[in-house]
C-alpha cells in the first residue's frame, strides 16, 4: 500500500471562544493547501479514499485534497485514528483492514509525524516532521511487524513550487 500524510493548512488561532476540535482554515491556509494540491496531481497522487481527522481543519484539507485530486466527497472517511493525541499503531491497525492500494490521510502533529517514524523504524525524536500543508508518502512494505520505506517528504512550500513549475 503506498500512503500519503498530509498534514493539515493553517489554521485558525485557538481561542476561549472555540474548542481545538472546531479550529477552521484560514483563507491563506485553503489557499495553500489548494497549491500543494497541484504539486500532489504532479507526483501521481491517486488515492482511492481519502482517511481524515474528525477535526474542522483537517476534514477541510481532506475535502481540498479530494477536490484536487478529482475524487468524489463519498471517498472521505473520518477516522478517530488520526486525531492529534491517537497512537500511531491505530492508524495501522485501520489500513491493514482495508484493501485500497493507496490511501491518503490528513491530521495533525504530533500525530502524524509520529505515523511516520513508526512505518520506518525510527525514533521518534529523529524523524522528520512534517510542516503544515506538507506530505510524505511511504510504501508499506509489510503490516506485521510493521515496515516501510519513504518515497518522498515534501515541505509546503516545494509542493506548491512543484505544482507551479510543471502544470
Known sequence: MRLILMRHGIAV????E???????????????????????RELKVKPQVVLTSPYVRARQTAELVAQGLGLPPKRIETSDALLPEAEPSLLYHELRER???EVLCTGHAPQLDRALALALGTPRSTAPQLKKAGAASIELLRSVPLRGRLIWLLEPSALRRLGRTLS
Open 18 to 40: 472555540r474548542s481545538d476540535s472546531d479550529r477552521p482554515l484560514t483563507k491563506q491556509g485553503a489557499a495553500r493547501v489548494r497549491k500543494a494540491v497541484e504539486g500532489l
Open 99 to 101: 484493501d485500497e492500494t
Open 13 to 16: 488561532e485557538r481561542s476561549e
